[in-house]
């Protein structure tokens, strides 16, 4: 059933010039490929068995980190950051080299397996994590073993809500592939970097 929201939102939509739909090389036209889920699909994301332990063990066989992307169908920050900042072949060029990035809804009902083994749907999981808003990124530690006896928070090492601008973005990320979180907080090394 169509609603009166997404009836005046097509309505705008419609009326708009391209040139108004044009950020970042996505255009009206082309748009977000969205997934079965509703989320947008970025074809470099992790095809994830769900399992994170399995995850951070994959990443890092590959020289890589673990991140999880948590977002929610319709969420617009959620399209700005896919749109504004993973549309950015530059900040997509350096995370794709340093980072696995899981994709993940925080109303979903997939099963994960947490590093504790605990199987929980993505809705329980974001509750587990205190994950209220999206988007929100997560960084996790190297060692999956050593994560086990953690509690949930202590397991990751960096945390963004919310939209970032492209400089804080890959800043972000950044942050967390300079193990810079070891010597300070993120606050501290966008300080530092004039961010």
Same mark, same amino acid.
């Given at each position: ?5 997404? @009836? +005046?939102?097509?309505?705008? /939509?419609?009326?708009?010039?391209? &040139?108004?739909?044009?950020? *970042? ?22 095809? *994830?068995?769900?399992?994170?332990? #399995? #995850? ?29 900042? @993973? ?7 350096? +995370? ?10 925080? &109303? ?10 605990? !199987? ?5 999981? &974001? ?21 086990? %006896?953690? !509690?949930?928070? #202590?397991?990751?090492? /960096?945390? %963004? ?15 967390? /592939?300079? !193990? %810079?979180?070891? !010597? ?7 300080? /530092?970097?004039?961010?």
């Amino acid at each position: 059933m169509l609603s009166r929201r997404k @009836l +005046i939102t097509a309505a705008v /939509a419609a009326s708009l010039p391209p &040139a108004a739909m044009a950020v *970042s090389g996505v255009t009206r036209a082309e748009g977000l490929k969205l997934g079965e889920d509703g989320l947008p699909h970025v074809e470099w994301f992790l095809q *994830s068995l769900l399992e994170l332990a #399995d #995850d951070v063990s994959l990443a890092a066989q590959n020289g890589k980190r673990l991140a999880v992307m948590w977002e929610l169908r319709g969420c617009p920050y959620c399209h700005e950051t896919h749109v504004k900042n @993973l549309g950015d072949p530059t900040i997509a060029s350096y +995370i794709r080299e340093r980072f696995e990035v899981v994709q993940l809804n925080v &109303a979903g009902d997939r099963t994960v397996v947490d590093f504790d083994g605990e !199987k929980l749907t993505e809705r329980r999981l &974001a509750e587990k994590y205190g994950v209220r808003f999206t988007p929100t990124f997560q960084f996790f530690g190297e060692d999956a073993e050593a994560m086990k %006896a953690k !509690k949930p928070r #202590d397991r990751e090492v /960096a945390r %963004a809500q919310g939209y970032l601008e492209p400089k804080h973005f890959v800043a972000l990320f950044r942050f967390v /592939a300079e !193990k %810079a979180y070891e !010597k300070g907080t993120l606050r501290d090394y966008l300080r /530092a970097q004039g961010a």
